[in-house]
């Protein structure tokens, strides 16, 4: 029964944009986009602690609650805009914002200090 609902509302998205003069590839590509960005969220604070592995660090968010996050070698890190590696985005003290799904971060843009 999923899978006919799946299918029907599947035929239903598609066909949907067409009849108000979207097309619908460009509907669906955009509704795929809006999903995932839902599914990912965003943190900021101060980076607090980090792992001497660099598998994991915390940032001490505004409201003084510490939030620790994973990270692989998909993750990318920025500092002060520019793309670089984790070892030279990441230290103690500078303010960074964490884009992140379960605990892990896909994005960790960092700010260094002024």
Do not use: N, W
């Not at 839902?38 to 940032?59: K, P, Q, Y």
């Amino acid at each position: 029964m999923k899978i006919i609902c799946l299918t029907t509302t599947a035929i239903a998205l598609s066909s949907a944009p067409a009849i108000a003069g979207v097309c619908p590839d460009a509907f669906l590509t955009t509704l795929r986009t809006a999903m995932v960005q839902r599914a990912m969220d965003e943190a900021e604070g101060t980076l607090a602690v980090i792992a001497a592995d660099g598998s994991t660090f915390s940032i001490l968010k505004a409201d003084d609650h510490y939030a620790k996050y994973s990270v692989d070698d998909k993750t990318v890190y920025t500092l002060d805009g520019k793309e670089v590696e984790r070892d030279v985005a990441l230290a103690v003290g500078r303010h960074a914002k964490v884009t992140y799904e379960k605990d892990l971060a896909s994005r960790v843009d960092v700010m260094s200090e002024k």
